[in-house]
């Protein structure tokens, strides 16, 4: 058809918005395993090993004649995962509100006109779980997430807000012009090659390099009282979730996340599990955010057949290594970790 992007060869074309981020870094490797030709788009470069993009684009998204050179043939699938964003630190303080918002929405209005004009037809748009009611996620033992539950919306961010925002801007580029669009709720996404120190980082990166930093009997921070509930999804999985979802027959919305439920704490003494120490925990005051989510997998067990299957523990054991030689390399580690690693399990 005129909008496939497949070469005379046969070799698939994607384009990775975000390619040079976490997710995205990790959803090029994966495009590129399956064979695909892979343009990747970002501000940087991936920053912890280099990109396997065929063909990788420093550009700024806000700007629209950017989103058009990129956009400038054919692609089969194209996956807008560029954002303003970082954890807790970053979204819950509101100091960053006006560029998150700002920022974001120019990428996706833009990203959407100029697939639009290329008569592109399938864009896959990462949202994330913090567009869900705030009302919802009180109860630390019972917070809801199932995707109809959105409206009437309350999201207890501006960063919420723009993902519901942008949402509906793809729903509306779907109805109006025929696009196939498809839409993932991702839900707390961990692994290796993710922020683990600055600010932007997630519970789990910084209490994995909380925990490779103090020596064994010490004590780490963590924010609030540990009772606060989230699950949290492995990066691989969360790459799968979304390749199935954008070549499936199915808009959504729907949850990309882990049904595993932990509070912090427990998360704490997994990853303290894992490093093979024992550390205090002291509860200092911080952002936080909602009190409990989990991420509901009915409609998506129902409509791709599929759902995410790890273990938090699993996960965590992939993660851990990788952030303690972040940290060793760095230079943060105390010296029990910074001697030559043991070998052998
Ligand atoms: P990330 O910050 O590592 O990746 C986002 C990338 O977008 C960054 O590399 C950044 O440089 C790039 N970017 C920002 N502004 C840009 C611009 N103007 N032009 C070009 N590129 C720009 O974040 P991530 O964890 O990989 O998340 C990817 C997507 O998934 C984001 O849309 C995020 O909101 C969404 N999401 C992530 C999580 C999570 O837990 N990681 C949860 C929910 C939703």
Redesign the pocket.
């Known amino acids: 058809s005129s909008t496939s992007g497949t070469d005379r060869d046969g070799m698939k074309k994607a384009i990775v918005?975000?390619a040079?981020?976490?997710?995205?870094s990790h959803l090029v490797k994966a495009l590129k395993r399956e064979g695909f030709w892979v343009r990747g788009?970002?501000?940087?470069y991936p920053e912890f090993g280099p990109t396997v993009a065929d063909d990788f684009v420093i550009?700024?998204?806000?700007d629209p004649v950017n989103c058009r050179y990129v956009i400038d043939q054919p692609f089969d699938e194209v996956y807008q995962?560029?954002?303003?964003?970082?954890g807790a630190g970053f979204v819950f303080t509101g100091e960053n509100d006006a560029d998150i918002m700002h920022?974001s929405a120019l990428?996706n209005l833009n990203m959407l006109e100029a697939c639009h004009r290329r008569n592109l037809k399938r864009i896959f748009y990462?949202?994330?779980?913090?567009m869900y009611p705030e009302h919802n996620q009180m109860d630390p033992d019972n917070p809801m997430t199932a995707e109809e539950s959105a409206y009437p919306a309350n999201p207890d961010s501006e960063y919420g807000w723009e993902?519901l925002f942008s949402e509906r801007l793809y729903l509306a580029f779907g109805r109006n012009y025929g696009m196939d669009v498809r839409i993932g709720r991702?839900?707390?996404?961990f692994g290796p090659e993710?922020?683990w120190r600055g600010g932007?980082e997630?519970a789990p990166a910084a209490l994995c390099r909380k925990v490779a930093e103090t020596p064994d009997g010490g004590e780490i921070e963590l924010w609030g009282d540990g009772t606060q509930t989230r699950s949290f999804l492995y990066v691989d999985e969360c790459v799968a979730g979304t390749i199935r979802l954008t070549r499936s027959d199915w808009t959504g919305p729907v949850n990309i996340g882990s049904e595993e439920m932990v509070s912090i704490n427990s998360l704490a003494h997994m990853i303290m599990g894992i490093a093979g120490k024992q550390l205090g925990i002291r509860h200092v005051p911080g952002p936080l955010g909602v009190r409990g989510r989990n991420s509901d997998n009915r409609l998506i067990r129902e409509k791709l057949g599929w759902e995410p299957s790890e273990s938090l523990h699993a996960g965590l054991s992939k993660t851990y290594p990788w952030i303690l030689q972040e940290v060793i390399d760095a230079g943060l580690a105390p010296p029990e970790a910074a001697a030559p690693a043991r070998t052998g399990t």
């Open positions: 918005c975000g040079g981020g976490f997710i995205g788009v970002d501000l940087k550009a700024d998204l806000r995962l560029a954002a303003d964003m970082g920022n990428i990462s949202s994330s779980a913090c993902k991702y839900h707390n996404i993710g922020t932007r997630k």
